[in-house]
């Protein structure tokens, strides 16, 4: 007996057993396709730049005296890291602290001259912020 050969023009036999409803299978359905959600991630990723840049322009507006033309005698808010004293950096630039109260990270600082906000930065606060730009921000009159 020789072995019969199945005919190539005859369709495909029924598959034994049916998927269920609303499995869709893998495979030909999907074939010369993007996966799903690469598009998604790019997207989602803009999203957060746009989000983070608005702030972030914010601050750089508010940079304390960033053309070096000396108006950083007024009052200045120092944002230092919470391990290191406010108090002896502002020292140390040779200022003082001023203001009633002093959050864990920043605080308002005065000066006598125009190299008191490059000296903070050397004494080790992360960046200073022109405090009267910053009470206009808050609404408040400067």
């Keep these: 007996m020789t072995p019969t050969r199945p005919d190539p023009r005859a369709p495909d036999p029924a598959p034994e057993t049916a998927p269920e409803?609303?499995?869709v299978r893998a495979g030909r359905e999907r074939a010369g396709r993007e996966p799903a959600g690469r598009g998604r991630g790019a997207l989602a990723a803009?999203?957060?730049v746009v989000a983070l840049?608005?702030?972030l322009a914010?601050?750089?507006g508010l940079a304390a005296d960033p053309a070096g033309t000396g108006a950083a005698r007024a009052p200045v808010l120092v944002v230092a890291p919470?391990?290191?004293d406010l108090d002896?950096?502002?020292d140390a630039a040779?200022?003082?602290i001023v203001g009633p109260v002093q959050a864990p990270?920043?605080?308002f600082a005065a000066g006598g001259d125009a190299d008191f906000t490059e000296r903070l930065l050397t004494s080790g606060a992360w960046f200073v912020l022109d405090a009267g730009r910053l009470a206009q921000l808050c609404g408040a009159a400067a």
Excluded: D, T
């Design 88 to 90: 002896a950096i502002a």
């Design 58 to 60: 914010a601050l750089a």
């Design 105 to 107: 990270f920043a605080a």
């Design 82 to 84: 919470p391990w290191r």
């Design 46 to 48: 803009l999203v957060v």
């Design 94 to 96: 040779g200022g003082r």
């Design 53 to 55: 840049a608005g702030p």
């Design 21 to 23: 409803p609303g499995i």
